[in-house]
């Protein structure tokens, strides 16, 4: 009996019916458990698994055969076609505010919902997308986990960012810290907003302020920067730009 | 690439037009090409957060997303929520909304991952037809032309979070 015939024959006896396909990756031993989205609630009954009985298939699966499971959601037409539903209705609605929308599900009947808009929304726009999302759901039977709004491009730089440049051009001033944030495709709304944003990260202690009104970080400030062991690494942007300018 | 998308939709037409053994053919190498579609654009996404992680090997992306970019996301916003950056709350929603969208994105290149392989290597097994669709191990045709589509909206979504935590900028 080979490993396929094996675990479908396991599957049969432990009236695994959620299971909707698999496969067996024999170079890698590993066996691929697809079970549909829709059939996924928080608690297991007939016909519907929870996370914790999927849990306990794929231990009892790796004890019984030589093997490694891998449970994985896979889409489900119905939630695909609510998610369209949803976008449909949103863009015709709102087709100056909102470009596109993406809903994930946790298990079948809930939802994270997240909503690409051309900028950031006000108030009452907000309220009102917000509101229709609501509605939406609950006629669908779904729970929200959470409705999130993003911003093709960030309309101004992020705390990270600000200390990712002043990593890489420190000792610099508010003009230089704009220039390269700039460089990266972010814009700073004004001068006075930047020295907020630095004024607080000062407090922080994560940066200080030489007298001749330079930034620099702190060792707080720098354990706050992302650094990764390959070439796009905020360390190499640092050795690049000093090899660059040939003063330090 | 954009354009192997576009392939997979052509192939997929002629696929419908065709019987027997040429439908197969165009059939199964449709749904190879749904599958490059998604895995380049989940590449792209692995460029911009490592430039190591570009060429790691088709199965490995899938754990690859859901434990070490996650870890990463998981750590970086830790350090910002401590040191008063982010409050506590938007550091428990980013990992949250982070995880959704990495598994998300896993889960679908399992799945196309193994249909592909079928694809490939497995002639025995035929593309089935009826009416207005096809399908192959199980996975509809609807579903495969899918696979981009929904990898690139949890794309944005893990690319704007990396963002706001400085992961990618």
Same mark, same amino acid.
């Given at each position: 009996?080979?490993?396929?015939?094996?675990?479908?024959?396991? $599957? %049969?006896?432990?009236?695994?019916? /959620? @299971?909707?396909?698999?496969?067996?990756? +024999?170079?890698?031993?590993?066996?691929?458990? +697809?079970?549909?989205?829709?059939?996924?609630?928080?608690?297991?009954?007939?016909?519907?698994?929870?996370?914790?009985?999927?849990? /306990?298939?794929? #231990?009892?699966?790796?004890?019984?055969?030589?093997?490694?499971? @891998?449970?994985?959601?896979?889409?489900?037409?119905? $939630?695909?076609? $609510?998610? *369209?539903?949803?976008?449909?209705?949103?863009? #015709?609605?709102?087709?100056?505010?909102?470009?596109?929308?993406?809903? *994930?599900?946790?298990?079948?009947?809930?939802?994270?919902?997240?909503?690409?808009?051309?900028? +950031?929304?006000?108030?009452?726009?907000?309220?009102?997308?917000?509101?229709?999302?609501?509605?939406?759901? =609950?006629? =669908?039977?779904?729970?929200?986990?959470?409705?999130?709004?993003?911003?093709?491009?960030?309309?101004?730089?992020?705390? =990270?960012?600000?200390?990712?440049?002043?990593?890489?051009?420190?000792?610099?001033?508010?003009?230089?810290?704009?220039?390269?944030?700039?460089?990266?495709?972010?814009?700073?709304?004004?001068?006075?907003?930047?020295?907020?944003?630095?004024?607080?990260? #000062?407090?922080?202690?994560?940066?200080?302020?030489?007298? $001749?009104?330079?930034?620099?970080?702190?060792?707080?400030?720098?354990?706050?920067?992302?650094?990764?062991?390959?070439? *796009?690494?905020?360390?190499?942007?640092?050795?690049?730009?000093?090899?660059?300018?040939?003063?330090? | 690439?954009?354009?192997?998308?576009?392939?997979? +939709?052509?192939?997929?037409?002629?696929? &419908?037009?065709?019987?027997?053994?040429?439908?197969?053919?165009?059939?199964?190498?449709?749904?190879?090409?749904?599958?490059?579609?998604?895995?380049?654009?989940?590449? %792209?996404?692995?460029?911009?957060?490592?430039?190591?992680?570009?060429?790691?090997?088709?199965?490995?992306?899938?754990?690859?997303?859901?434990?070490?970019?996650?870890?990463?996301?998981?750590?970086?916003?830790?350090?910002?929520?401590?040191?008063?950056?982010?409050?506590?709350?938007?550091?428990?929603?980013?990992?949250?909304?982070?995880?959704?969208?990495?598994?998300?994105?896993?889960?679908?290149?399992?799945?196309?991952?193994?249909?592909?392989?079928?694809?490939?290597?497995?002639?025995?097994?035929?593309?089935?037809?009826?009416?207005?669709?096809?399908?192959?191990?199980?996975?509809?045709?609807? %579903?495969?032309?899918?696979?981009?589509?929904?990898?690139?909206?949890? &794309?944005?979504?893990?690319?704007?979070?990396?963002?706001?935590?400085?992961?990618? /900028?």
């Amino acid at each position: 009996m080979s490993i396929r015939e094996a675990v479908a024959g396991f $599957l %049969e006896t432990s009236h695994a019916t /959620y @299971v909707s396909f698999f496969h067996v990756d +024999e170079s890698s031993k590993t066996v691929i458990l +697809e079970v549909p989205v829709s059939l996924l609630r928080a608690k297991a009954g007939k016909g519907v698994t929870s996370k914790r009985q999927l849990a /306990y298939l794929k #231990r009892n699966i790796e004890a019984l055969f030589d093997l490694r499971a @891998v449970i994985t959601l896979r889409e489900a037409q119905q $939630l695909t076609d $609510l998610e *369209s539903g949803l976008r449909a209705a949103l863009l #015709r609605n709102f087709p100056e505010r909102v470009t596109d929308l993406y809903m *994930s599900f946790p298990t079948g009947n809930a939802t994270q919902v997240w909503v690409m808009v051309k900028e +950031e929304l006000d108030e009452a726009d907000g309220k009102a997308v917000r509101g229709h999302i609501v509605d939406y759901l =609950a006629n =669908a039977a779904l729970t929200s986990e959470g409705i999130e709004f993003l911003s093709p491009s960030l309309p101004e730089p992020s705390i =990270a960012a600000i200390l990712r440049s002043l990593k890489a051009i420190s000792p610099g001033g508010m003009d230089q810290i704009m220039n390269h944030l700039l460089k990266r495709g972010y814009a700073c709304p004004s001068e006075r907003w930047l020295s907020g944003k630095l004024d607080a990260a #000062r407090k922080r202690r994560l940066i200080v302020r030489n007298p $001749l009104g330079d930034f620099s970080l702190t060792s707080l400030g720098l354990e706050l920067v992302p650094h990764t062991r390959s070439g *796009s690494s905020s360390d190499v942007e640092r050795m690049l730009l000093l090899a660059r300018r040939r003063r330090w | 690439m954009p354009g192997l998308h576009q392939v997979a +939709e052509h192939l997929s037409l002629q696929a &419908k037009t065709l019987t027997g053994d040429d439908a197969d053919a165009f059939g199964r190498s449709a749904f190879n090409r749904y599958y490059y579609a998604a895995y380049l654009s989940v590449r %792209e996404l692995l460029a911009s957060l490592d430039t190591s992680w570009e060429a790691s090997p088709h199965s490995a992306i899938p754990d690859l997303l859901e434990i070490t970019v996650m870890r990463q996301v998981r750590d970086q916003a830790k350090r910002m929520s401590t040191s008063g950056l982010i409050t506590i709350a938007r550091h428990h929603s980013l990992a949250k909304q982070a995880g959704q969208a990495s598994s998300d994105i896993a889960s679908i290149l399992r799945a196309a991952y193994g249909v592909r392989v079928v694809a490939d290597y497995r002639p025995e097994q035929r593309v089935a037809f009826d009416r207005l669709e096809f399908r192959l191990a199980q996975h509809t045709h609807a %579903e495969a032309r899918n696979w981009k589509t929904r990898v690139d909206r949890a &794309k944005k979504v893990l690319m704007s979070i990396s963002k706001e935590l400085g992961i990618v /900028y």
